[in-house]
């Protein structure tokens, strides 16, 4: 076989559809956040960040740096080891029993990303549950996509968000041991899960339920418990998973749940035993930013501030963004060389650096920019964009219609 020659004829194919994935060179300024520095073009240039997970500025805060700074200088850098060989800490533990506690469950278990905890939970779950089927989400990431098709578990599809579909079908598979999994907001179009519906339908047939809270920790409920917070539902869910990488503004991934299920986890999951753990500096990093945010309020209420008036000064001039309850506003354009050509021009005439959404992240057709408002945008920054992206529909010939 030709290999490099079956290797480029793939790539072309995708350079031609418009879906191949160029990235942006970036080298983030701590303090100055939204701002970074974009390399890679003819000179380096500043730019102001719209698209980042980092939805709440936490990478970059104070005591979240000071807190990781100081443990690399008193413990050094890696953990050296898995969690079973030598890389045990008193970081991770406290970081698990902060979790835990965050989501009011027994137990909590580390993972090195969201991504490995949830394909480590699902694909052990599925596999080590005797005829087990597990129920997911047609819009589910990928993360457990492919942690249930690991398990090789039954997988039963249901659709996306409809509790009714799903109850149909957990009625329809008989007395066999049910899994259910979903997400709270899920992060492309940006919508929040009739959690509470979904809950009582996995009550009603016995079901286990797991929910991916990724987008939401940090940024929903008092204390940044997530939408199951926000709505009283953390104690009917029997696993409650999420990031530290996203509004966290750190690394890392964990599940909680009873002590029973974390142990069971903890004690077959391969992708949990077989990989070294995250550095101890990450996990006190991870702690102190839980912390801060299960005490302040105040990252959120600006954040939610920030979303509502981008939402209306994009209505104002014509704008169409999809309506979510959540914090992300998906801009529709319908087209991948069109979505990837107005982050281009974004990046070059504006300084704006939102990345463009095209297939496999979105269905084919459904190409958008999805902006993140955080915190630290200022009303400027929220005017120059508008502004931008007026200019650029007009420019592209995009339509205004509502998607
Ligand atoms: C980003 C994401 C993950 C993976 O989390 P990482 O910590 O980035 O690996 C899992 N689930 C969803 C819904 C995500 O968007």
Redesign the pocket.
Known sequence: MDFARHFQSQLDALKSEGNYRTFAELERRCGAFPRADRHGGPEVAEVTVWCSNDYLGMGQHPDVVAAMVKTVQACGTGAGGTRNIGGNTVQHRALEVELADLHGKDAALLFT???VS?WAALSTLGSRIPNAVIFSDEGN?A?MIEGIRHSRADKVLWKHNDWRDLDRKLHATGDRPKIVAF?SVY?MDGDIAPIREIVEVCEAHGALSYI?E??AVGMYGPHGGGVTEERGLADRIDVIEG?L??AFGCMG?YITGSTALVDFIRSFASGFIFTTAIPPAVAAAATTSIRHLKASGEERAAQRANVALLRKKLDRIGIPHLANESHIIPVMIGDPVKCRMISDILMQDWGIYVQPINYPTVPKGTERLRLTPGPHHTEADIDKLVTALGALWNRCAISHAVA
Do not use: C, I, R
Request: aromatic residues 6%; charged residues 20%.
């Open positions: 990303s969201g991504y949830n990431h993360s997400e992060s991916d990724v987008h990031t990488g996203k991934g």
